[in-house]
């Protein structure tokens, strides 16, 4: 039998594929999912059997946790990175991590063909077959969702007749849970009018008294929060056992899909969301303004390279390289308030804080220059402005 490994969720699309692949194709299929987060022992356990159950020869559980916190998710933070100011790039980042942990297990096995659920109309078919090109180009890519151009009822309708109870309710909304954060698509996002309704979001709201909370920065890394240090895989996922009960985090990001359409998804992504907007919120104490513009210019940059597939790009290396050095002094403590459905940043408290200068506030009386200093100054900043209006007299 010709020897094929599934990038495999337990969704609709991977499971219509385990059951047609072998089944209607013939091929020894090998499921694996890789966790990136958001996946219990006991959810894991339960895709393997329903693997098996769809005609898989094997199932393994890949855990790349840590590891899609160390490649990617730092830089995200370092960057400050929102896709369109709003979106953490939660699906996205974690696809390049499950693509290259899927592409060396196949590798490992010496499977000839590699297999994923993507449709023809998104992203993640662009990301996914990148990588398993650049890595493996001689393994064949399969993928019966985008080329049988099938919809989900013809999905539902294929493993309903070969004995799979898959109803539609339960395949009504696309949900897709990691450690930064977690997509939601449905009906509603295909429109551009249309909100999610609550009950599509996975967690609910639960606590309506506001809840004050420190966050610690180590080097732009979290590190701890509320004093109880902890590894910053912990730690995000602390605060989002924390914050996602305050319904924090939600929203609909609307952007250009990499083959050149608009798309919208819904998500809901409360750590991500605090972590970044806080770990900003310190480096504008910290770092200075030259910094901060450069860090913006690269850090966009980035995200939108890692969005688009493009993660094996020797660019990508560069980059992480600079934003992990702008991190040097970006350490200390933020303090955030939550309250339902929003936060609030109170302040921060760092060592490194250029607001703590004793010879000059902002606004206040100075210890470090005379009025004179200043006006001299200020004289001089504006002859490029004097020049350019002495030389064009006429303005519209």
Request: aromatic share 10%; net charge negative.
């Amino acid at each position: 039998m010709k020897k094929l490994v599934l990038a495999y969720s337990g969704g609709l699309d991977t499971s219509y594929c385990a059951k047609y692949l072998s089944q209607e194709e013939g091929f020894e299929v090998h499921a694996v999912s890789v966790n990136t987060g958001g996946f219990s022992a006991a959810e894991i356990q339960e895709i393997e059997q329903k693997a098996l159950a769809l005609g898989a020869s094997t199932y393994t559980s890949i855990d790349a946790v840590s590891n899609f916190y160390e490649k990617v998710v730092k830089y995200l933070i370092f960057g400050n990175v929102l896709r369109n100011n709003t979106y953490p790039l939660s699906v996205s980042a974690e696809r390049i991590v499950q693509a290259v942990e899927i592409v060396s297990h196949a590798k490992k096995i010496g499977a000839e063909y590699i297999a994923h659920g993507s449709t023809g109309a998104g992203n993640d078919q662009v990301r996914f077959d990148m990588i398993f090109q650049i890595m493996a180009p001689n393994i064949k890519i399969i993928t019966p969702i985008r080329d049988n151009k099938l919809s989900r009822e013809a999905e539902i309708e294929y493993l309903q007749k070969n004995g799979i109870d898959y109803s539609w309710e339960r395949a009504k909304y696309s949900i897709n849970r990691g450690l930064w954060g977690t997509s939601v698509g449905g009906d509603e996002t295909l429109t551009s009018h249309l909100s999610l309704p609550e009950s599509a979001y996975p967690s609910q709201l639960e606590k309506e008294l506001s809840k004050e909370l420190k966050l610690t920065f180590t080097k732009g890394e979290l590190t701890a929060v509320d004093g109880e240090s902890g590894s910053p895989v912990d730690n995000i996922e602390k605060l989002e056992a924390i914050a996602s009960k305050y319904a924090i985090g939600r929203d609909i990001h609307v952007g250009d899909t990499i083959i050149g359409i608009k798309g919208r998804v819904g998500f809901e992504a409360a750590a991500p969301t605090i972590i970044i907007k806080a770990h900003h919120l310190l480096e504008k104490h910290t770092l200075s303004k030259w910094q901060q513009y450069q860090k913006e210019q690269l850090a966009n940059f980035y995200g939108m390279l890692l969005h688009e597939g493009n993660y094996l790009d020797e660019v990508m290396r560069n980059i992480e390289a600079f934003l992990a050095d702008t991190q040097k002094n970006v350490s200390g403590d933020v303090f955030v308030t939550l309250h339902p459905y929003r936060f609030e940043l109170d302040g921060i408290s760092s060592p490194h804080d250029l607001m703590n200068a004793s010879f000059g506030s902002y606004g206040e009386m100075n210890k470090g220059w005379t009025a004179d200093d200043a006006k001299g100054y200020i004289k001089i900043l504006s002859n490029p402005g004097k020049i350019a209006n002495h030389v064009n007299q006429d303005h519209d």
